[in-house]
């Protein structure tokens, strides 16, 4: 089995800055893309970033410019580092990852069990 283990949400005033880690751990032979998703009351949970083994980057067009999302493939662990927030940024962030267990096996995707981030105005 896989966990996936988020941390470094908080309380933070608006433009303020907030650092997320997300650590994987279990029976994991690679991991694909790792990314960070988050989602308000009464909402779908929306993109945030993602990164690719490869290096490839996306971003939501929301935190263009604020957020910078990294990894270190040594410790299966993402990171999230987010400037200049809003309070429109106040969610529960989710951690995601897609991991094969085996070089022959297809690739799962795990959730973290979310951190919340609240910015206050």
């Known amino acids: 089995q896989v966990q996936l283990v988020e941390s470094g949400g908080g309380l933070v005033e608006a433009g303020g800055s907030l650092r997320l880690s997300c650590a994987a751990s279990?029976?994991?032979?690679?991991?694909?893309?790792m990314g960070w998703y988050r989602q308000t009351p009464g909402k779908q949970r929306e993109l945030v970033a993602t990164?690719?083994?490869?290096?490839?980057?996306n971003y939501a067009d929301s935190v263009k410019g604020r957020a910078t999302i990294s990894r270190d493939n040594a410790k299966n662990t993402v990171y999230l580092q987010m400037n200049s927030l809003k309070p429109e940024d106040t969610a529960v962030y989710y951690c995601?990852?897609?991991?094969?267990?085996?070089?022959?096996?297809?690739?799962?995707?795990?959730w973290g069990q979310g951190t919340q981030v609240t910015v206050s105005s």
């Open positions: 995601n990852a897609e991991i094969r267990h085996t070089d022959s096996s297809g690739s799962f995707r795990y």
């Open positions: 990164i690719i083994s490869d290096g490839r980057i």
């Open positions: 279990g029976s994991i032979f690679s991991i694909n893309l």
